[in-house]
């Protein structure tokens, strides 16, 4: 698949942008394993979610990718986190960065 910015998930998630259907990265972090996974959404949610990862990996110039990755592992073995504590952007900042990486891509 192609890297970055033409990731297929980073380019419907910005189409997604465009069109005004892009769920907010409170909502989307919000969501139960259960919700994530109501059959309407669960595509959507694991394409926004890439691009997320997506974003978070490259932009800067991966100046965040160390901390995503050290906060991935920590969330996988059970231990309680919040993405703010690992990479300091608050949920206001990240959106805006995230629909900022968007843009570029498009």
């Known amino acids: 698949l192609p890297a970055g910015l033409e990731h297929p998930s980073v380019q419907a998630t910005a189409a997604?942008?465009?069109?005004?259907?892009?769920?907010?990265?409170?909502?989307?972090?919000?969501l139960t394993r259960e919700t994530f996974h109501t059959p309407a959404d669960r595509n959507?949610?694991?394409?926004?979610?890439?691009?997320?990862?997506r974003c978070l990996l490259e932009m800067d110039g991966g100046s965040y990718?160390?901390?995503?990755?050290?906060f991935l592992y920590d969330s996988y073995h059970g231990q309680r986190t919040a993405l703010p504590d690992y990479t300091g952007l608050d949920s206001a900042a990240l959106e805006k960065r995230f629909h900022q990486y968007l843009q570029e891509g498009r």
């Open 65 to 70: 990718a160390a901390d995503f990755l050290e």
């Open 44 to 53: 959507r949610n694991y394409t926004v979610s890439g691009a997320v990862c």
């Open 16 to 30: 997604m942008r465009e069109k005004g259907t892009l769920p907010s990265l409170s909502v989307l972090f919000g």
